[in-house]
């Protein structure tokens, strides 16, 4: 097993490089880059701020290169001493293949360098935005699993009964209302849209709660979360749910299901005895990647519609603005943790199922 992790380990090295390559040329390409964006911020507020512009200096950035910025419609009518400082002060100034390996070398110390409009640190600015996702991610995964099992393993052995047929039709409603659509309903129905304010609106606290005490707090945490974990909860848990009874299906049907019963098993301990851990396999495995599919994608817009200020927020307004040290940064860390949650991944079959080793396949 140390072999097969060693592999796995160093493998991380080439993909992770491959993919911010990969993204790196794609950028090239895109229109609108901050240079592009701050000359024309200049040319709408007039040049009484180019002096602030010229008077800063060089930044070390590693980043796309801007095609021909100086060039851009957008510059006409200013100083191209000034386009020059621009093109410097977010590291423009360089050949693209230099600001790539200066990328890779920064990113291997974890050095992501500064947001080009935030003037943070790309590190502090995931660890600000950080506990906002994790706390929606983690509650709405365990939510989703705890629902999706029970419920799953009920239609599997009801297969073809009414219960089976009507929670299917709850499933497909779940399964075709997106997150965000069902988030916006919530708010509607319960956070003062137009029926009722059960729930708050906004944030994960309440305004002041740093000073209340501990239960106080825990509790006003736990109010601010109920409606981003339903929305997240509504609009994930019908694959799982469908993925959980296909499974368990597949294993009653086998041989020795047959033979357990044959031999006088009761049918709790056929299904928790002998199906279960077969089945679960595939569940208990992709519970990491479902974490980060949830944590990095599906709660994006759900911390809009909340204003949550999570890492899904940060990587939105991110693109939208160019800000490539953190776009980079963070899809650097982004891809690193998921690769490491792939392999944590294989190795809970081997904790689900201790006959499977990796080290002897092939």
């Known amino acids: 097993m140390g072999a097969y992790l060693l592999r796995r380990l160093v493998l991380v090295i080439p993909t992770l490089f491959g993919i911010i390559a990969i993204n790196f040329a794609v950028v090239q390409f895109a229109p609108g880059g901050p240079v592009e964006q701050m000359i024309a911020e200049l040319r709408g507020k ?21 095609s021909g910025a ?19 002060m977010f590291g423009f100034d360089k050949p693209a293949w230099q600001r790539f390996l200066e990328m890779v070398g920064n990113y291997l110390r974890f050095d992501f360098g ?6 943070e640190s790309v590190l502090r600015l995931v660890a600000q935005k950080m506990p906002v996702s994790i706390s929606i991610g983690l509650w709405s995964t365990l ?24 929670s299917s039709a709850v499933v497909l409603v779940g399964y075709a209302i997106p997150g965000f659509l069902f988030a916006i309903l919530l708010v509607v129905l319960f956070a003062g849209g137009s029926f009722v304010q059960w729930f708050p609106l906004r944030g994960l606290t309440s305004e002041g709660a740093e000073f209340w005490p501990w239960p106080a707090r825990i509790g006003d945490y736990l109010w601010h979360m109920v409606l981003p974990t ?19 299906l597949e294993e009653i049907r086998k041989q ?24 679960m396999l595939l569940i208990v495995a992709g519970f990491p990647q479902a974490f980060i599919g949830i944590l990095f994608s599906s709660a994006l817009l759900v911390e809009i519609v909340f204003s949550l200020d999570g890492l899904g927020l940060l990587g939105f307004e ?5 800000d490539y040290p953190v776009m980079f940064g963070t899809l ?31």
């Open 256 to 279: 020795y299901v047959l033979t357990a019963r044959a031999k006088g098993a009761g049918e709790t301990r056929v299904l928790y005895g002998h199906v279960f851990r077969n089945a």
């Open 318 to 322: 991110s693109t939208i603005r160019r």
């Open 114 to 119: 500064r947001s080009f409009f935030r003037d």
């Open 332 to 362: 650097y860390m982004f891809t690193l943790l998921g690769l490491v949650m792939q392999i944590i991944g294989d190795l809970m079959y081997t904790v689900v199922d201790p006959r499977i080793d990796f080290a002897r396949r092939g």
């Open 143 to 166: 939510l989703i699993y705890l629902v999706s099992i029970p419920l799953g393993i009920s239609k599997a052995v009801r297969d073809g009964s009414r219960f089976d047929v009507a």
């Open 230 to 248: 339903v929305a997240l909860v509504a609009g994930g848990f019908a694959s799982l749910t469908m993925l959980t009874k296909n499974c368990f």
């Open 46 to 66: 007039g040049a009484g701020v180019t002096g602030r512009i010229t008077g800063q200096g060089a930044r070390e950035a590693a980043g796309p290169s801007e």
């Open 70 to 88: 100086s060039g851009y419609r957008g510059a006409r009518g200013l100083d191209p001493a000034i386009v020059a400082d621009i093109r410097k």
